[in-house]
């Protein structure tokens, strides 16, 4: 269509002339020999030659003359539409801000002309708790939200700075030419602020905060990928440290991240070989220093790590996504070691925060006791106080139908979380297990005898059973029954063993009770 006007202007522009040299030229005869057919061209004039030559030569510059102009529009929509391509490839259509690709190229020419005089800098952004609005209004709203929190940020910059979007609630700033670290400091303020003012969603006020690494080049690098990744990590142990922190790269974090995602690897092999396996703590009443039960606490021998915390790995468990299955293997293996057990022996086992949020895990337990043939009865789930608090709703319609089925349930590291009394009583629980912490500082603060004692006196006034945590000396036992505390688990009696110990250690405290009595 375009190249239609054109042609047609070529072809009159060929007309006039041809006309305009037939009128003037005396070489008249030459046409009509043109378009006769057979003509014999040695019949041609040198003159005539001339002329066709001539006429083909104008015709091919205008020709020439039209292509180059139509080629140099055509270039100019194609350099326009490139222009806008490169624009639409660079920028974030919901927030309207520059992202990841623009942050990736940007980041490079700043750091071609970084030096010590003139330094610059990565702020990485995560928004804390903006999952749980995409969560529980929808993602109209997190959008929503999202244009929100960008504005504000945007509206605290600092002028020279490049906000993006890098994706999902991620930003990032870049800082050429910085003053002074108070100066970035200060931005990182400001953002913390702007994002942590309430948010209105419909008639609900919420509030997120966001969390801020930050590296610096030259001093943590001069290559863009370094900084980026450096700046995460700053940025990882700022979301580590809890809401809305702010974290300046350290060397040490190079280590710290390359260790944690070393574990995450090792402990995915250890769940797929079913490596990790529980060992028992004894349980004990006092009076007689009898076993009631043992405690199930996890036990991974890494080959790489050596011994690995069950504080750390179960977490981390929990934040790759792999809770579930290990839970569900160590209970199955728990439940089929404590079958050889003497009957009258109870099996706790322990269920974490995480595993709680899963609507399934009452189902999934009671299809691990049909599928072992352990009795509901004789299996305790510990769940820990922050919990049955962070997931009351959950927790009530679980712990309801673990209890209909005959499981019992008992409040794991009672006094360390915020749990009011009718949240609790409204659980339905069947022990309380005061934790460790206090019974640590029994007989050294005051405060804390006095704490185990009201819990003590809780309890029995609601008719739970109580179970002390972490007795390690006899000062502690006689403490602790004192005040009428009647069973408890501590090194005192035991560690935790592997399964083919269990008759060791049963045998073991019934020879104790001999001695002791
Ligand atoms: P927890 O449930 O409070 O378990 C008691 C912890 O105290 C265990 O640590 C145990 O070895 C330790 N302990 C027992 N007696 C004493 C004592 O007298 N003195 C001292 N200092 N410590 C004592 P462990 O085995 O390292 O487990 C730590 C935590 O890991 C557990 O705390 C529990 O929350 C979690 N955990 C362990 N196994 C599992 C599991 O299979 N599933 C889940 N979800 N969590 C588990
Ligand atoms: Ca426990
Ligand atoms: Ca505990």
Redesign the pocket.
């Known amino acids: 269509m375009a190249s239609f006007r054109p042609a047609t202007l070529d072809a009159a522009v060929i007309t006039i002339a041809v006309a305009v040299i037939y009128a003037f030229s005396d070489f008249y005869d030459l046409p009509p020999k043109l378009f006769q057919l057979g003509t014999d061209y040695a019949e041609w004039d040198l003159d005539d030659a001339i002329f066709v030559i001539f006429f083909m030569s104008i015709g091919f510059a205008i020709f020439s003359y039209r292509r180059v102009k139509e080629l140099s529009i055509e270039m100019k929509a194609r350099r326009v539409a490139e222009l806008e391509a490169k624009k639409l490839a660079r920028h974030d259509p919901l927030t309207g801000l520059p992202n990841r690709r623009f942050f990736v190229e940007t980041l490079g020419e700043v750091l071609l002309t970084t030096n010590s005089d003139s330094r610059s800098a990565v702020l990485m952004l995560d928004l804390d708790g903006f999952k749980s609005i995409n969560d529980a209004y929808g993602h109209a709203v997190g959008d929503h939200a999202l244009i929100e929190f960008a504005q504000r940020i945007s509206a605290v910059m600092r002028a020279g700075a490049v906000f993006v979007r890098i994706g999902g609630d991620e930003f990032a700033v870049i800082v050429p030419n910085i003053k002074s670290l108070d100066d970035l400091t200060a931005l990182a303020r400001r953002i913390v602020t702007a994002v942590a003012e309430p948010i209105l969603i419909g008639q609900i006020s919420t509030s997120v905060g966001v969390g801020i690494g930050i590296a610096i080049a030259p001093s943590d690098g001069m290559n863009p990928e370094i900084m980026v990744q450096r700046a995460d990590r700053a940025l990882y142990r700022a979301k580590a440290e809890g809401r809305s922190c702010i974290r300046f790269f350290e060397p040490d974090m190079d280590a710290h991240v390359e260790r944690r995602v070393a574990i995450e690897t090792e402990l995915r092999a250890a769940v797929a070989a079913k490596t990790i396996v529980?060992?028992y703590?004894p349980l004990v009443a006092f009076e007689g220093r009898r076993v009631v039960g043992f405690?199930?606490?996890?036990?991974w021998k890494s080959d790489k790590f050596g011994w690995v915390?069950?504080?750390l790995f179960?977490k981390v468990a929990e934040e790759i996504g792999i809770?579930s299955e290990?839970?569900d293997q160590?209970?199955r293996q728990?439940c089929l070691d404590a079958r050889a057990w003497p009957p009258e022996l109870t099996l706790a086992?322990?269920?974490?925060a995480v595993?709680l949020r899963d609507p399934t895990i009452g189902l999934r337990v009671l299809a691990i006791l049909a599928e072992t043939g352990f009795s509901p009865r004789r299996l305790e789930l510990?769940i820990?106080e922050t919990a049955l608090v962070d997931n009351i709703k959950i927790a009530q319609a679980v712990t309801g139908q673990l209890r209909q089925a005959g499981v019992r349930i008992a409040l794991?590291?009672f006094g360390t979380g915020y749990a009011t009394l009718s949240q609790l009583l409204s659980l339905k629980l069947d022990r309380i297990?005061i934790?460790?912490s206090f019974?640590?500082r029994l007989g050294k603060d005051k405060e804390s005898t006095t704490i185990v004692r009201a819990v003590l006196g809780l309890a029995s006034g609601f008719n739970l059973e109580t179970t002390a945590?972490?007795?390690?000396n006899d000062e502690q036992l006689a403490s602790l029954r004192a005040d009428g505390c009647l069973e408890g688990?501590?090194?005192?009696f035991g560690?935790?063993v592997p399964a083919n110990e269990v008759i060791n250690v049963l045998a073991k405290l019934k020879s104790n009770l001999r001695v002791v009595a």
């Open positions: 529980p060992y703590q405690e199930a606490l996890a036990r915390s069950p504080d179960i809770i290990l839970g160590l209970l728990a086992f322990n269920i974490s595993q510990e820990t794991d590291d297990k934790d460790r019974v640590d945590e972490g007795i390690e688990q501590g090194y005192l560690k935790a």
